[in-house]
């Protein structure tokens, strides 16, 4: 278990560019099983997690050349499918969320797709029907393995059809998508997620050959095709660090420039963190977060106090509300979160009331800051990253505390931030990594 030890109270200043982000990353590579031609991929975060799904395909044998620091070749013309009932693969795909997407391409071009019961955040239930029985609509044949908790789907062939999805579940639509992609006539999936990386996901797959309608809406029409291409695909930067980063930026009282945020593809995240008081620029396509000493969050029109919850897209993405609770905690002025997506994804704020902040957790789901308006700051402490977002998070409260912290089990940060230490460094922090 890795540890970064930080000294916070100190400013940043300058600017940050974005990593690609985690979770188109994890899409778009698993839609390289389509086809047997090469595709291209760039912007790809040199993260954990990316990383980890990566070394699955090249042990399914996808022939993986990287020709620069962030773009990779990807070549799956020559797979090897037995891997799929290897011990090793229970292994190894189940150290991920992201590998249960490559289910769907697997069944759609190979007529079978197995999976362990994949990781990720232990931040509640995370299930796992959606993907299933879209699969098994499409006309697959569904088994579980309850003792070795694996999953397997088998298809002589897929046949287009009409569903309705049970939730928007974000990697649920990605693998059906691509699973219907090469089915016979037409599906329409309606209650689909549509977030800009799936709308990216889509976009990749018709420059492929797919005949994917409706990109963007909760409503896609796909098309089966026969046979998918090579193509060349970027992947945008990642809202969750550009988020990460405003608050970094607001919680130090700093000055930084986020460059290039795609910011039309943000949707409702630049106007939640104005909502706790953060000024934020456009300027064309970077976000200025000038320096602050004060914030203060609004209140509803009818001076009701604000509540800040989630919701699947263009709702407010449940993976940055770790970060608005922690940045509430120095705001003028009182919130209510309401992590409604996810059970367990507000325990760390334990952490944060040790470290002085007024939190109340008032169950499971909610909770609710009392900001201190930097009258008294955080007090540094001792923690342990619980997941990857309560992992920024507290980073981002040792950064603005008194005192010298430290942080254990940061592989959890790791998983979706790149290099976040040296980048921090660069722009003023006093951060430090012991292996
Ligand atoms: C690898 C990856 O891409 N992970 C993301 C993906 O996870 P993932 O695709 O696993 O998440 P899902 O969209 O399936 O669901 C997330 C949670 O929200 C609940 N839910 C979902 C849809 C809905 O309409 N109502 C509802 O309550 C689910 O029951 C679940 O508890 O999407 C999540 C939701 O944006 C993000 O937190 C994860 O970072
Ligand atoms: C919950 C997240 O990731 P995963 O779905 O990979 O666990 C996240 O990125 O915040």
Redo the contacts with the bound molecule.
């Keep these: 278990m890795a540890t970064f030890v930080i000294e916070g109270g100190h400013k940043l200043s300058g600017d940050i560019t974005p990593q690609g982000a ?2 188109e990353a994890l899409q778009v590579i698993c839609a390289v099983l389509l086809t047997k031609d090469k595709v291209t991929i760039s912007n790809i975060p040199d993260i954990r ?1 990316v990383n980890k799904l990566i070394y699955i395909l090249s042990e399914l044998g996808v022939k993986i050349e990287k020709i620069k620091s962030d773009t990779y070749t990807f070549q799956a013309d020559d797979l090897n499918l037995k891997y799929l009932e290897s011990e090793k693969f229970k292994q190894d795909g189940s150290s ?3 590998s249960i997407m490559i289910v769907g391409p697997l069944l759609a071009r190979f007529g079978k797709g197995y999976i362990p019961r994949p990781g ?2 232990k ?1 509640g239930r995370r299930r796992l029907d959606t993907h299933f029985e879209g699969f098994i609509k499409l006309g697959a044949k569904f088994r579980y393995n309850k003792d070795e908790k694996f999953y397997g789907v088998e298809a002589d062939y897929l046949t287009g059809t009409n569903m309705l999805l049970d939730e928007a579940s974000v990697t649920g639509t990605a693998n059906i998508v691509m699973a219907a992609v090469m089915a016979k006539g037409i599906t329409t999936i309606y209650n689909a997620a549509c977030e800009p990386y799936l709308q990216q996901l889509c976009k990749m797959l018709n420059s492929m050959g797919a005949k994917i309608r409706g990109v963007g809406s909760n409503l896609l029409i796909i098309e089966g095709v026969e046979i998918l291409s090579g193509c060349s695909h970027r992947i945008l930067p990642d809202m ?1 660090e550009i988020g990460s980063w405003i608050g970094m930026a607001a919680m130090t009282k700093s000055s930084i420039t986020i460059k290039n945020v795609s910011w039309d593809d943000l949707g409702l995240i630049p106007r939640v963190f104005q909502k706790i008081g953060i000024n934020l620029e456009r300027k064309g396509d970077d976000i200025f977060i000038p320096e602050q000493d004060s914030y203060e969050i609004q209140n509803f029109i009818d001076g009701s106090i604000l509540t800040i919850s989630d919701a699947p897209w263009p709702g407010f993405t449940p ?1 940055l509300l770790s970060i608005i609770l922690v940045v509430a905690t120095q705001a003028k002025g009182s919130v209510l979160i309401h992590q409604k997506m996810f059970e367990s994804r507000l325990f760390f704020v334990d952490k944060l009331i040790d470290m002085g902040a007024k939190v109340i957790l008032c169950d499971p789901h909610r909770a609710t800051v009392i900001g201190m308006n930097h009258e008294s700051s955080l007090k540094a402490t001792t923690m342990t990253s619980p997941d ?2 309560a992992g920024i998070s507290l980073l981002i409260a040792a950064l603005s505390a008194k005192g010298t912290s430290t942080i254990h089990n940061i592989e959890q940060i790791d998983r ?1 931030y790149q290099n976040i230490d040296t980048r921090l460094r660069a722009i003023g922090a006093k951060i430090t990594r012991i292996e």
């Design positions: 985690k979770n997690d991920l969320r992201g990720g955040d931040i969750i993976d990857i977002r979706g």
